[in-house]
Every structure is written in structure tokens, then in C-alpha cells.
């Protein structure tokens, strides 16, 4: 970007002229970008204008200046600063590593990316002494790189969540969707009755607006009755190092979709319901380019292990969690008990018909006995 040639004088300040507070710049956590915002009717109150104002220590940039805003009230001097470690205006970037707390706990090695810098003032004064006020604008945006994402969406076949952290947002969105074919371009609609067994159902963990410094990475994967991951039963699809056999990979760490598929099953928990619901679960991770494939080996990825104090190229975790699926229950085993059943009932009935007559005959046969032994004693 380029500064206008016109600059700010102190008559365009009016009642905004005053000295600089530490208030005075504003920071857009963007997922491409880094957006500063400097109040600069302060600095031209100190003896600044615009074009003295420098990023970083990086003067012969134009890319690196700042443009002041007339357009809004007080005006001022904005920055825009690509979220990439090739052009991003002298920001320094510092990933740390701490161990998993919480739902997390599980795992050692959650990371969040910094961002950082500084706005200095550049004194043009000649000699000795000068009798301006240094100014200097800090500037940190946190990224959490990983994401337990548990937004469930009970009427449509994605989720979404917007990820925040409190520095600023990685304002990309990540979405969990399904679809019913391998090229991952129909949507999955599930009947109201439920999916037959064993139908094939593909997932997708989808990051959008996201810098390209970045790709997603699953950590695990796993399906619960509950649409709160940690409250009822569950069952892992895969977690690091493991999957279930079940379970096929076709692409993870290497783009901004990872992609997973597994057949639909059902939770023997409920099998007395005539279908079986559940949600599904991915603790999804951020990861750098250049460091994916070494958070993908077994030994990258201890649990509970010791952790570096920092190490590049990877975040914090956040979990996405499905809308409801539901399978049907089957049915045959239960047709052929009741038709055993059926078929006892029947066996029952005519026993108890067979002893009945048998008994009656039996009376019948007394009866002439004994008519006749009366008759011969006579």
C-alpha cells in the first residue's frame, strides 16, 4: 500500500488533536491478514505526520506503509499485513507448545502461533536534542492451531463454528460435512427412517477463508450418542497412530480438507430403539505447511509426553461435531423370533388341545368300566 501524498495538517484535526494515549491503534485479527488502525491526529499533535510512522523498521516498502483514512472519524493510519512468513512486513512469528488441559488433556503438544510488532515513530530532527515525544504502537495477534469445534446444527448435514481466541480470531471457519459419494460433491441427506447398515458415509473437515501458510490436520475422530463429546457413550473412528479397520483415510495434512470415510454402524447401547442416532466428533488441528508431515508420525504424536518450549508450525486443538445421524435397526433377527415365537405358541396350543381329548377319553373309558362291572356283579 501506498500513503497519500496529501498529509494531515493540525487544522484537519480539529477537537481530535490532543496527546497520544495507549488507546490510540486498534488490531484486526484477520485469517489472511493483520490489520493495525493508528489514531494520527495524536502524532501530527506530537510532530509526526503519516509518512513517519514505520512498520518494523522497514522504511523502502511501499507495501509496508500506511494510508490514512479520511473517511472515517478521528481519521486514521491503517496497515494491512499478510499472514505469511515471506511477506509479512518484518512480523515476528513465535510458536509455543504447552500440554493439553481440559477436553485436551489427552494430548502434549497444543500450539498457538503469535504474531507481533511494532509501529515506531521516525524523528527527522538534526542535533543534540529533540523535543519530540517517541511513539511506539505494539501490535500481537494470537492463533489457537487446534479446535474442539462443538457447534451442532440438528437440521442441516454440516456444522460450522467461527474460531476465536482472545487476542483476535482466526476468523476462518472450519465445517464438518458429509456426503454420500468418494468425490465429495453430494451432500449426505439422511431418511427420516435412517441409513441402511454399512451405507458408506464420507466426512469432510473444511477450513475457508484460511491464510495458505496453513493446512488441516485431524488428530481424532470418534462418535457418541451425546452431541457433548465427553457425556455418553463413544466410539473412536481414529486417534493418532490407530484407526479402526473400518475407517479408510483419504487425505489429511495436506490441504485445507481432510478427509475421512467410514460405514454407518449402529451403538448396541440402543438397540431397543428403531433407530440408532449419534453424533460425530473430529478434534481438528491447524498445522504449517512445512511442518504437517511430522506431527503425522507416531512419534510426533505422544500422548502426555514431554513438551519443547516452543516448536514451530502447528496450533491448538478445537473439535467439530456432526449433525445428528441415524441408522436403522435391523430388523430381520426380530422377524424370525417372532415367527419362532409364533411358531411356539402354535406348538403350546395344540398340546393342550392333544391332552385335553386325551383326558376326556380317558374319563369316558371309566365310566363304561365301571357301568359293566356293575352289570357282572348283577
Avoid: W
Avoid at 501524498?5 to 491478514?33: E, H, W
Avoid at 517517541?134 to 440438528?154: D, Q
Avoid at 476462518?172 to 451432500?187: A, G, H, K, Q, W
Avoid at 478445537?318 to 406348538?347: D, F, H, R
Amino acid at each position: 500500500m501506498v500513503a497519500k501524498s496529501s498529509q494531515l495538517q493540525l487544522s484537519d484535526c480539529g477537537l481530535n488533536l490532543r496527546r497520544p494515549a495507549y488507546t490510540d491503534i486498534s488490531v484486526t485479527c484477520g485469517t489472511k491478514s493483520i490489520g493495525l488502525a493508528i489514531l494520527i491526529c495524536p502524532a501530527i499533535y506530537t510532530g509526526y505526520n503519516e509518512s513517519l510512522l514505520i512498520l518494523n523498521n522497514i522504511m523502502n516498502d511501499p507495501a509496508c506503509k500506511g494510508t490514512v483514512d479520511r473517511n472515517v472519524t478521528p481519521p486514521v493510519l491503517r496497515f494491512e499485513l499478510p499472514l505469511n512468513t515471506t511477506n509479512s512486513c518484518g512480523s515476528l512469528f513465535r510458536t509455543t507448545s504447552a500440554p493439553g488441559t481440559g477436553i485436551f488433556s489427552d494430548f502434549s503438544n497444543i500450539q498457538t502461533v503469535n504474531i507481533s510488532g511494532v509501529v515506531r515513530s521516525y524523528d527527522p530532527t538534526t542535533g543534540t536534542v529533540t523535543y519530540n515525544t517517541e511513539l511506539k504502537y505494539f501490535y500481537s495477534c494470537a492463533y489457537p492451531l487446534e479446535y474442539l469445534i462443538n457447534n451442532t446444527l440438528i437440521d442441516v448435514s454440516a456444522s460450522s463454528i467461527a474460531v476465536k481466541d482472545n487476542n483476535g480470531s482466526f476468523i476462518s471457519t472450519l465445517r464438518l460435512e458429509l456426503f454420500s459419494d468418494v468425490n465429495y460433491t453430494t451432500p449426505m441427506v439422511i431418511p427420516k427412517l435412517g441409513l441402511e447398515l454399512r451405507t458408506k458415509v464420507y466426512a469432510q473437515v473444511k477450513a475457508t477463508n484460511l491464510t495458505t501458510q496453513y493446512n488441516v490436520l485431524l488428530d481424532r475422530c470418534y462418535a457418541s450418542i451425546s452431541p457433548l463429546p465427553t457425556n455418553s457413550t463413544f466410539f473412536n473412528l481414529f486417534v493418532p497412530c490407530n484407526k479402526e479397520q473400518m475407517t479408510t483415510m483419504h487425505e489429511n495434512g495436506n490441504s485445507h480438507n481432510a478427509r475421512f470415510s467410514f460405514p454407518a454402524f449402529r451403538f448396541i447401547e440402543q438397540q431397543n430403539e428403531t433407530v440408532s442416532t449419534y453424533f460425530l466428533h473430529c478434534i481438528t488441528r491447524l498445522c504449517e505447511k512445512s511442518s504437517c508431515s511430522s506431527f503425522m508420525q507416531c512419534n510426533s504424536r505422544r500422548r502426555r509426553g514431554v513438551v519443547p518450549a516452543t516448536e514451530d508450525g502447528v496450533t491448538e486443538y478445537k473439535t467439530l461435531t456432526s449433525p445428528p445421524i441415524t441408522t436403522k435397526a435391523e430388523s430381520i433377527v426380530a422377524s424370525k423370533e417372532q415367527l419362532m415365537g409364533s411358531n411356539n405358541s402354535n406348538s403350546t396350543s395344540g398340546l393342550a388341545v392333544t391332552v385335553g381329548f386325551l383326558a376326556f377319553a380317558c374319563i369316558i373309558a371309566i365310566v363304561i368300566a365301571a357301568v359293566f362291572y356293575k352289570r357282572l356283579n348283577h
